[in-house]
């Protein structure tokens, strides 16, 4: 992929006011026909800056980085204060909840299982499968604790981010 | 600020640091790679005009997602935030899988062994787990659209 066929700047090069050379960096992620998309991450991240990132990037990459970065500037201009982050908030939240579904689903399963394996000793396994129901319902709600302790601690220090994301 | 030293934006740039520094209440010169981090990905300039846009009583939320989004796009400088958002999208998805297969199992057990049903919970209408089912669809379309057309 090279610069521009000669007969149009990128996008960026148009905003930028400058020649596209035929080995323009951004040339191939930003097309004349779409400005919209240069003008928005230039304007949140910054020309200078996304060609540094690009430059660190093998050519094979480049392409999902803009998009990613295109995505993460779009969510920022819609929200100044949380951008992206609003987003992962909302599906942390999403996940926890999901989580207590799927615990409590299994909860009953479980003992509608023991009911039925046993149903002359029901007043006896229902406690116990109450029990163990209680149990994995402790252990997911544990999971949900510390869960919920990690990513809150990885708003509040980002640099926590590394063992969140694995 | 300036008098009992830089903060981490001014002490990264090497200048003066103003008593009205914009930058000083959410840059401390304790955390000095928080700041190198936002300084390489969005540049001081950008962050200052960010900042500068938001009411104050906002700013250090949003200098704390500014630098979030910061350090996850230098440990993963493809996809930054954008790659937690796909993993949570499909945690999102596999929980919902497992639920629809517990419920499954439910509703089948509930229609192989009727006569088991010794709590009003379990008397419910097998359609109750459908209309679940739709709400968690629901959801689930709303996280997607909420995700961006990334």
């Known amino acids: 992929m090279g610069g521009s066929s000669g007969s149009s700047p990128c996008a960026s090069c148009k905003l930028l006011r400058r020649r596209c050379s035929k080995d323009c960096i951004f040339a191939p992620y930003f097309p004349p026909n779409d400005p919209h998309k240069f003008a928005i991450v230039h304007k949140v991240f ?6 540094k990132m690009l430059q660190e990037l093998p050519v094979n990459q480049r392409g999902d980085a803009v998009s990613s970065l295109v995505y993460e500037a779009n969510a920022r201009v819609r929200d100044p204060v949380y951008g992206c982050v609003g987003t992962i908030s909302y599906l942390q939240n999403q996940v926890s909840e999901l989580q207590l579904q799927l615990a409590a689903a299994q909860a009953e399963v479980l003992s509608m299982q023991m009911r039925q394996q046993k149903p002359h000793l029901v007043e006896q396994d229902m406690e116990t499968s109450f029990h163990m129901a209680g149990d994995n319902f402790n252990s997911i709600s544990h999971y949900i604790a510390v869960a919920s302790n990690l990513s809150a601690s990885v708003i509040q220090d980002p640099l926590k ?3 969140f994301s694995t | ?10 002490k990264y740039l090497r200048r003066k640091c103003p008593q009205d520094c914009i930058l000083a209440p959410y840059f401390p010169s304790s955390n000095p790679q928080r700041f190198a981090c936002v300084h390489k990905i969005f540049g001081a300039s950008n962050v200052t ?4 846009q938001v009411p104050e009583h906002l700013r250090a939320e949003a200098a704390e997602c500014i630098s979030y989004e910061a350090i996850a796009r230098v440990q993963d400088p493809v996809y930054g935030c954008v790659g937690i958002i796909t993993q949570l999208q499909q945690q999102i998805v596999q929980i919902h899988s497992e639920i629809m297969k517990t419920k499954g199992e439910m509703v ?10 010794t709590s009003p919970q379990q008397q419910g209408d097998p359609s109750q787990f459908i ?3 739709q709400q968690e669809q629901n959801n689930f379309q709303s996280d997607k659209h909420l995700s961006g057309n990334f």
């Open chain 1, 46 to 51: 910054g020309a200078s800056n996304l060609s």
């Open chain 1, 161 to 163: 981010i590394e063992s």
């Open chain 2, 1 to 10: 600020m300036s008098s009992f030293g830089r903060c981490a934006a001014c």
């Open chain 2, 49 to 52: 005009k960010m900042l500068q």
């Open chain 2, 108 to 117: 089948a057990h509930h229609s192989a062994h009727p006569q088991h049903h």
């Open chain 2, 131 to 133: 209309s679940i089912h």
